[in-house]
């Protein structure tokens, strides 16, 4: 595949040794000690799984059997998070600081939940994740250092401990919000600059006590489509507002993007869905039950 690929890319891709690697690939039938071990280093690690298995909880996957330009997307999208191939080791460090924290929520958006909890952090800068993405546990002071600023926080990993009781439980909204949009000034390695955004609804903002910038941002993708140079133009905001507006939003479950097919019901992974259509059913019920609609 890789002789295939030769050429169409932006990099010129080669098999080397793990040790020489800067992009390693774990298979199913695989050494599963070597590959937990690979999945510590910094390098980013293509997980492939096959048949009905759960897709692995890490930012690059591949499901077996897979075509040429599907391994070609996931290496472009490495390049991509790499920076381009030029001082790949700092871009390494610098996204792990930035985004893996943020990349493991928006997997386990993606999984089947079972009911786990998952965390991320020591002590007490912890932060606990319930896989339905209902709610999340924190330290009163952790939880106002993420709506403050931006938390460095590591993967989330399956919790073998429960929270501590002095911990709060808040909505996954708020986590996923403020991790995203604190993470960065430029947009998250898995949005497209080039891509048609939408909102799916409106971002619940008497939790996020939004700002008049984002209430802008959110009245124009609700009535319309934008891609981000566009939204940039409209809003006549700087590009660093709206790149962190289309981050916290996509990873909050809220943004529609082109090519992304809005599902008729949410399922209950997505981190509003479930409580804003339940609500938004009632409301319509009573409404139509006093005479009130139209």
């Avoid at 690929?5 to 800067?22: C, I, M, N, Q, T």
């Avoid at 590591?154 to 002095?166: Q, T």
């Avoid at 006590?209 to 905001?237: D, F, M, N, P, V």
Wanted: charged share 20%.
């Amino acid at each position: 595949m890789l002789k295939i690929l030769d050429g169409r890319g932006g990099v010129s891709w080669s098999l080397v040794p793990p040790e020489a690697a800067e992009v390693l690939i774990a298979g199913t039938h695989g050494d599963e000690l070597v590959a937990r071990r690979w999945a510590k280093t910094d390098k980013p690690l293509v997980a492939v799984y096959e048949g009905a298995a759960a897709r692995p909880m890490t930012p690059y996957t591949l499901h077996h059997p897979f075509r040429v330009m599907q391994l070609l997307g996931v290496l472009d999208d490495i390049d991509q998070a790499l920076g381009g191939g030029h001082d790949a080791a700092r871009a390494r460090g610098a996204a792990g600081t930035l985004w893996s924290f943020a990349e493991s929520l928006r997997l386990l958006a993606r999984s089947s939940a079972s009911g786990n909890l998952h965390v991320a952090g020591e002590g007490a800068q912890r932060v606990f994740v319930r896989d339905d993405l209902s709610v999340y546990h924190a330290g009163a002071d952790t939880v106002r250092r993420l709506v403050g600023h931006s938390l460095e926080l590591p993967a989330l990993r399956l919790a073998k401990e429960s929270p501590p009781a002095d911990f709060v439980c808040r909505p996954v909204f708020e986590l996923a919000w403020f991790t995203a949009w604190h993470a960065s000034e430029a947009l998250a390695p898995w949005m497209d600059a080039n891509a048609v955004h939408r909102l799916r609804r409106w971002p619940d903002f008497g939790l996020l006590r939004g700002t008049r910038e984002q209430l802008a941002l959110a009245a124009l993708l609700t009535h319309a489509s934008y891609s981000r140079a566009r939204l940039i133009e409209a809003s006549h905001q700087p590009a660093a507002n709206v790149d962190r507006f289309l981050n916290a939003c996509a990873l909050a479950g809220v943004l529609a993007s082109a090519g992304e097919a809005a599902p008729a019901a949410e399922p209950a992974g997505t981190f509003i869905a479930a409580s804003a259509a339940r609500l938004g059913g009632l409301i319509r019920g009573l409404r139509s039950r006093l005479g009130l609609t139209s």
